[in-house]
């Protein structure tokens, strides 16, 4: 943890945001990645139940351990929407095949074969690579009649590379991307097939025309040793929430040396993205979902007494709604326990200060507590908020706040947590100055970039030490 805490005070340029995303494919919907990610795993296990069901009089506690070790070596799945149903095929029985011969060959060595009857073993060898093969043409005809192209991209640089790009997420009938148009400064080259595709504007216009069109992805498809010209595009484009991607031209390609996140088939590096894509994504909303229900359940008779508390110390409702951003920087309703006299959630908010005659009894206790925050376990099973993320500040702050600090709305890349690494670090409470809310940000950023499963549990966990001798909390 100390690494993550020294890192918060190294310089930060828009070049040092350029990472990589190994192993996934973007320009997809996440749900569709999480069922490839599982489509292997579950399909043998269905298969490996389908045949003892028929050939095994009693199923005991070796199938539930046989599933777990399938689920183990199969996950996550490999994503083959793309290949031909030939080569699917020959996948799927070879990868059936091989799993079920190493199983079996290991079952041997160390004397469990006999755990498994012989019909078993014998028919799961086709009934294995038939129930593969059933599953993921169900899901290669199901995904594009449920997928819908929601997320609006451009493309920057209308050169073969850029509308090669827009051909593919075109034709591509698994993806959910939708292509708007292209930025370029240049003349167009004539001897160029722009297939009807229109340029939207200039450069210039790329960061106005984002957030007026809420474009959700841009990608870069320009030449990198322009480097002047990329950061300038960078810079404009940090009061925006757009996922930002190179697309590479064939001389960077030839010298990154490691493996690269891929459009529709063509390589990208990521620029500016969400971590919680993929398998992180998947572990973070799970995680989400497990504690905040445990949290509600356990704390229910918690809740309901302070809401009769704060009902009982003042008039108005327990429970206070104020508009918030949330992820992409969209406007969300985020519930809290009252703890003023008044519900401010105009133009104009002012933050609570220290003896604040607005503050009840109740909530003054309430807020040195943080308990006035539990409600937002609620936002979190919706999908609104994070346990941990960066905290979701009043609309009205947002507004000021984006104009004054390059790379405010970056945080907004993900859900705003209940709490976050800036809170437990000693930025818990009032940010009376612009600096105050900027070390706020670098450590939301840094939080971004750093994060882990690991990193969550610690925030928990110290979040917890952190309210009991929070000095900054009124």
Partial sequence: MSQIGTQIEAPHTPAAE???????????????????RLLDPLALVVSLWITAFFFEDTRGNEYLVLSLVLVTLTFPGRSRLHVSLRRLITDLVLLAETLIGLLIFFGWATRN????????RIHWLWIAPVCLIAAHLAFRYAAPLVLRRTHRCVIVGMNEQGLSLAKRIEHNPYTDLALVGFFDDRVVNRHLDTAGYSVLGKFTDLAAYTMEHHVHVIYLSLPMANQDRTLKLLDDLRDTTASIYFVPDQFVT??????????????????????????????????????????????????????????CNSRGPAIFRQRRYGLDGEEIIVYKFRSMRVSEDGANVRQA??????????????????????????????????????????????????????????RHKVRPGITGWAQVNGLRGETETVEKMEARIRYDLDYLRNWSLRLDLHILIKTVLVVVNDRHAY
């Fill in 254 to 311: 030839e010298l990154i040396q490691s493996r690269m996140s891929t459009v529709v088939d063509i390589p990208v590096v990521a620029v500016c993205e969400t971590p919680f894509v993929g398998i992180n994504g998947l572990l973070k909303r799970s995680s989400d979902i497990v504690i905040a229900l445990a949290g509600l359940v356990v704390l229910s008779p918690v809740l309901l007494g302070i809401g009769l508390l704060v009902r």
């Fill in 18 to 36: 350029i990472r990589q995303l190994p192993g996934l494919l973007h320009g997809r919907d996440d749900t569709h990645a999480h069922v490839e």
């Fill in 353 to 410: 200060q220290r003896n604040d005659s607005r503050i009840t009894p109740i909530g003054a206790i309430l807020r040195k507590t943080s308990l006035d925050e539990l409600p937002q376990l609620v936002n979190v099973i919706q999908g609104r908020m994070s346990l941990v993320g960066p905290r979701p500040h009043a609309v009205a702050h947002n507004e000021l706040y984006r104009k004054l600090i390059k790379g405010y709305m970056l």
């Fill in 113 to 120: 074969l006999d755990a498994f009857p012989e019909p078993v």
